[in-house]
Nanobody, 115 residues
Framework: QVQLVESGGGLVQAGGSLGLSCAASRSIFGFVMGWYRQTPGKQREYVARIFSDGRSDFVDSVKGRFTISRDNTKNTLYLQMNSLKPEDTGVYYC??????????WGQGTQVTVSS
């Protein structure tokens, strides 16, 4: 069992930056860690993931603007979001799993980008 707690959400103007963190209750070594987001009336969508070897991938809409990283010594996942757009608004969830499909989810943190 892994508990995940996100932090760092908030309100930012379009074009601004925000950094999210996700603290895990145990070692994340070997887990695929990811970020997802959800807006009202829409399904939760994939944003980015990072594998245990450091490889990462992103949904096309955030490529070049978002960076994902992990610190296994701190059991923490990060998401740096730059050049934010109003369409990036949503509740951002941290996720962890042995494979690409997450098994564990955080409670989410709200990100609001104003135009």
């Amino acid at each position: 069992q892994v508990q995940l707690v996100e932090s760092g959400g908030g309100l930012v103007q379009a074009g601004g930056s925000l950094g999210l963190s996700c603290a895990a209750s145990r070692s994340i070594f070997g887990f695929v860690m990811g970020w997802y987001r959800q807006t009202p009336g829409k399904q939760r969508e994939y944003v980015a993931r990072i594998f245990s070897d450091g490889r990462s991938d992103f949904v096309d809409s955030v490529k070049g603007r978002f960076t994902i990283s992990r610190d296994n010594t701190k059991n923490t996942l990060y998401l740096q979001m730059n050049s934010l757009k109003p369409e990036d608004t949503g509740v951002y969830y941290c996720a962890a799993g042995v494979y690409t499909n997450p098994t564990y989810w955080g409670q989410g943190t709200q990100v609001t980008v104003s135009s």
